[in-house]
């Protein structure tokens, strides 16, 4: 590692600043994920919506609940905050606010992902060109007749760029299935609260 990191310059060590950081933030949005996504009931979209036609409000509460995730706990906050007798066109706009809660923590820190994904590959281009930059002077000052003397200009260059494209491949990978996952949330909340909204309306 530190043979890559002398070879590569300090560009190198911008790289691995931003693997460290990249790794720290796809962990921890692993674990925060697999405690906070991990349940879910494949017929709690449907219990919910039978428990609210029905008007069991208690059974409702303790479905989402027992569901502990994004979904159970936007319905939850929904069923506990609406007004039932008062204005039904706050309803949307209430189901709005407490999904931006809801789905904000799911996508806190993705932002470092995707700015980490997307300027590696540049930072590793810019240590190709600085490279190579290095190496064409030490030839016009040096001569070409030595292959050592370009070696360490071209040896800068590689390094850095499979270097951006190592740290920027899983990056982006991680970045798009969270942000998959987040979208498959929010479409379950969109789903469910509006078989809610509807049976609510009607009632």
Known sequence: MMYYLKVGGPLMWILFIMSIISLTV????????????????????????????????????????????????????????????????????????????????????LHILGIIGYTAPMIGLLGTVTGMIQAFQNMASLGAGDPTVVASGISQALVTTAGGLIIAIPTIIAYNLFNKKIENTEGEIDKVTTNLINILRKN
Do not use: P, W, Y
């Open 26 to 109: 796809i962990l921890e949005r692993l674990c925060f994920f697999c405690r906070r996504e991990r349940f879910h009931n494949k017929n709690f979209s449907s219990e919910i919506i039978k428990a609210v036609a029905s008007e069991n409000m208690q059974c409702a509460i303790q479905l989402c609940e027992n569901e502990n995730n994004s979904v159970g706990c936007t319905v939850k906050s929904f069923l506990c905050r609406c007004d039932r007798d008062g204005d039904f066109h706050h309803f949307d706009q209430l189901v709005k606010e407490i999904g931006i809660d809801e789905v904000g923590e799911l996508e806190k820190r």
